[in-house]
Structure formats: structure tokens, C-alpha cells
């Protein structure tokens, strides 16, 4: 099992990025999908979060620019971030609970980093 990040870059403030973060193996399915982003000298922080019946989850600081979602046939999930802030600017990760077989536990996998710079 494996994630993939996809879509980082660089965009000026007020600008838009969506990411994307494919999960590629075999699976029996994703109860769990997240992003978190770490920016130089800062801990670790969730961004946005989706269960597989939908129910979202968003820090604060992003609430209402950024939309989380997922394409469960697809395996993927986006990301998509609207009016980025300088203070935006960090390393992006997806990271997922997978079951890979029915009545398996899951498991966290964690997809390596895009980086996402907001600057003018």
C-alpha cells in the first residue's frame, strides 16, 4: 500500500492549489483520510480530515478556504485551498487508516510530502 501526494507548488497570496493524494495497493477499504502540514520550525498540524461516510474535519486557521473530499473509487483525496495565506506555506501530507482485508485492523500509512509556497 502506498499514498502519493500530487499538486504543490508555488501560488501568490489570494491564490488557489489543489491537491491530491492516490492510494495505490490492495485494499478493502479507507475508513480514514487526512491531511497535515508542517512548516519550518512548527510541529506537525491536522489540516482537514474525511471519514468514509463523509464527515469532515478542518482546523481552524483553514476553516471555510480550504474543502477536503474523496473519491473512494478512485481511492484519492483532495485537497482543495483557496484564499492561501503566506502563513499557508509548509510541507503538505496525506496520510490514511487502511484496512487491507475485511475484519483486518486498520493501519496508518503516510504518503511523502508536496510543498505548497504561498508568496507574492
Known amino acids: 500500500v502506498q499514498l502519493q501526494a500530487f499538486g504543490g507548488g508555488l501560488v501568490q497570496p489570494g491564490g488557489s492549489l489543489r491537491l491530491s493524494c492516490a492510494v495505490s495497493?490492495?485494499?478493502?477499504?479507507?475508513?480514514?483520510l487526512g491531511w497535515h502540514r508542517q512548516a519550518p520550525g512548527k510541529q506537525r498540524e491536522l489540516v482537514a480530515s474525511?471519514?468514509?461516510?463523509?464527515?469532515?474535519n478542518y482546523a481552524d486557521s483553514v476553516k471555510g478556504r480550504f474543502t477536503v473530499s474523496r473519491d473512494n473509487a478512485k481511492k484519492t483525496v483532495y485537497l482543495q485551498m483557496n484564499s492561501l495565506k503566506p502563513e499557508d506555506t509548509a510541507v503538505y501530507s496525506c496520510?490514511?487508516?487502511?484496512?487491507?482485508?475485511?475484519?483486518?485492523?486498520?493501519?496508518?500509512?503516510w504518503g511523502q510530502g508536496t510543498q505548497v509556497t504561498v508568496s507574492s
Open positions: 474525511v471519514t468514509s461516510t463523509g464527515i469532515t
Open positions: 496520510n490514511a487508516d487502511i484496512r487491507v482485508r475485511a475484519g483486518w485492523p486498520t493501519r496508518n500509512y
Open positions: 495497493g490492495i485494499i478493502f477499504n479507507i475508513p480514514y
